[in-house]
């Protein structure tokens, strides 16, 4: 999509996820103002580490969930969205912050360094591989029973990420309160707007026609049920008042499960991409692991390969770096030269449409984070043996024959 939009598809991943977040900090919320020494508080300890994992994703990526999506096609059955529960979880955990431990930003000699277990579980984690591990010290006198200081630091982290970062953060989430007859507070400052979609019970009232038809239908119905009713008790008018809500939100499910079927036919893409390999770029550990099939490759006189290696590049650039800044830029050269096709079916209403690509650069590594990056840019990538194996190129060739000055013409290696 367009810089600072989100697809369908993002929109409905980050609506699902942040709602799984909103139970955890509902749940949290709901044990942690219990005693101490109880059961439930030591349930919600459990579910800190969880919520901070989840503030360190956010606070790398806020371009990915901010502005917040919007809930309204998700039937939650509450008032309370997930930054409703956030800010009560602020609310609590500056109640509960323990200010008695004191924390030093930088090693002193005598304290003992504070570190997460959360933050050591996840390192190199790659959503988080920007995020700083939270680390301080304390004197020893302060460490405590049950690890008191590493939920102080915690605490401190997820309260500098709620009260001052979501505060803080353009458009904002959360802001402070001041209400006339009560202490200060945290509540959400993201804006509800009015969906596209009518909530459940008015769904009926879409048309005219059909409002104008279910009346008549429904006051002929009314009054048989109150005729029926009054000789009936109480379970069974509750049972048929169930009875109605029941196929009042069969029917909402059923056009809103229409209205879903009609954009996808009308809105749908089917990407294809076909992979011509032209261009082969290695990284470093492949000449240094597998230098005997990168000479398969040039010895080879029938495979129009060129092999494209990175000789100058900035002076703080690592290796990584500089092979996949050389792979994409090959890549985004070959495809403005080759924009993509699409077509349609015959009938344009029903049939998806289908963009043709065409990649005729191939990242070779077996870095698993190099691939990754490339397959997020929509790269080809494989690690070298295999694209040997599936090229059928005998590597075995180049043991007895080294290749002459006519094989490396035709092979194009730069």
Request: net charge negative; glycine share 4%.
């Amino acid at each position: 999509g367009n810089s600072g939009e989100r697809s369908a598809w993002l929109e409905c991943a980050l609506g699902v996820s942040l709602l799984m977040f909103g139970a955890m900090l509902e749940r949290c919320c709901a044990l942690l103002p219990e005693a101490p020494q109880t059961q439930h508080h030591t349930d919600a300890l459990l579910l800190l580490p969880a919520i901070k994992v989840w503030s360190d994703w956010m606070l790398c990526h806020s371009s990915v969930w901010n502005p917040p999506p919007s809930f309204d096609s998700f039937d939650i059955g509450a008032d309370n969205d997930p930054w409703d529960w956030l800010a009560k979880l602020m609310n609590i955990l500056e109640a509960l912050d323990d200010k008695t431990i004191e924390f030093e930003n930088e090693m002193k000699e005598g304290y003992v360094c504070v570190r997460l277990p959360e933050d050591a579980s996840l390192g190199g984690f790659t959503p988080l591989m920007y995020m700083e591990p939270a680390v301080a010290w304390v004197r020893p006198a302060q460490l405590g029973q049950h690890h008191a200081a590493e939920h102080a630091l915690r605490v401190s982290k997820l309260l500098f990420f709620g009260t001052e970062y979501l505060v803080g953060v353009e458009p904002p989430v959360l802001r402070l309160e001041y209400p006339a007859d009560a202490a200060p507070r945290y509540v959400s400052a993201v804006q509800r707007v009015q969906p596209l979609l009518t909530p459940l019970q008015q769904l009926s009232e879409n048309s005219e026609d059909e409002s104008t038809e279910s009346g008549v239908g429904s006051e002929a119905l009314s009054h048989n049920e109150g005729v029926e009713a009054e000789g009936t008790d109480e379970a069974t008018r509750k049972l048929l008042r169930r009875k109605e809500q029941l196929e009042n939100r069969k029917a909402t499910l059923d056009k809103h499960r229409q209205r879903m079927q009609e954009i996808l036919r009308g809105g749908s893409v089917a990407a294809e991409i076909e992979v011509r390999p032209r261009l082969l770029v290695p990284d470093t550990n492949c000449f240094i692991d597998h230098l005997e099939l990168l000479q398969a490759i040039v010895a080879e006189p029938l495979q129009p390969y060129t092999l494209a290696v990175p000789v100058e590049a900035a002076a703080r650039a690592t290796n990584d770096d500089r092979v996949l800044a050389t792979a994409l830029a090959l890549h985004a050269h070959a495809a403005s030269l080759a924009p993509p096709t699409d077509t349609r079916g015959d009938d344009d209403r029903e049939a998806p449409k289908v963009v043709r690509r065409v990649r005729e650069v191939v990242l070779l590594t077996d870095d698993r984070n190099l691939r990754v990056k490339a397959l997020a840019a929509e790269l080809p990538t494989r690690d070298l043996p295999s694209f040997v194996q599936w090229a059928g190129i005998n590597r075995d060739d180049t043991t007895s024959t080294p290749p002459t000055p006519a094989d490396d013409t035709t092979a194009g290696r730069n």
